[in-house]
């Protein structure tokens, strides 16, 4: 089992920052690709980074490409979002998700644990 849990979410105006950070525990992270998701309300939960387990490989929505970046840090087994020039459009509950497998993924059905989600609100 890898327990998740998200931290850094919160209120920020539009062309803001925020930092989110997900850390692991249970098995050994650095086997994991690792992913962040999202979900606004009303909506279906979507894609929105992932990285490989050695963080050689990252894959990123169109829709935040250029604004975030997805890093990890294995020997603190801890995974990041660094979201830069927010959008009201990217309000919504964050989650962080691991795949038993080396290479990230997209698709949502590939992840295997997946964190409570971390609420990030962004202001007009």
């Known amino acids: 089992q890898v327990q998740l849990v998200e931290s850094g979410g919160g209120l920020v105006q539009a062309g803001g920052s925020l930092r989110l950070s997900c850390a692991a525990s249970g098995r050994t992270f650095s086997n994991y690709a690792m992913g962040w998701f999202r979900q606004a309300t009303g909506k279906e939960r979507e894609f929105v980074a992932a990285i490989s387990w050695s963080g050689s490989s990252t894959i990123y929505a169109d829709s935040v490409k250029g604004r975030f970046t997805i890093s990890r840090d294995n020997a603190k087994n801890t995974v990041y979002l660094q979201m830069n020039s927010l959008k009201p459009e990217d309000t919504a509950v964050y989650y962080c998700?691991?795949?038993?497998?080396?290479?990230?993924?997209?698709?949502?059905?590939?992840?295997?644990?997946w964190g409570q989600g971390t609420q990030v609100t962004v202001s007009s």
């Open positions: 998700t691991a795949r038993d497998r080396r290479w990230a993924s997209e698709e949502s059905s590939e992840y295997n644990y």
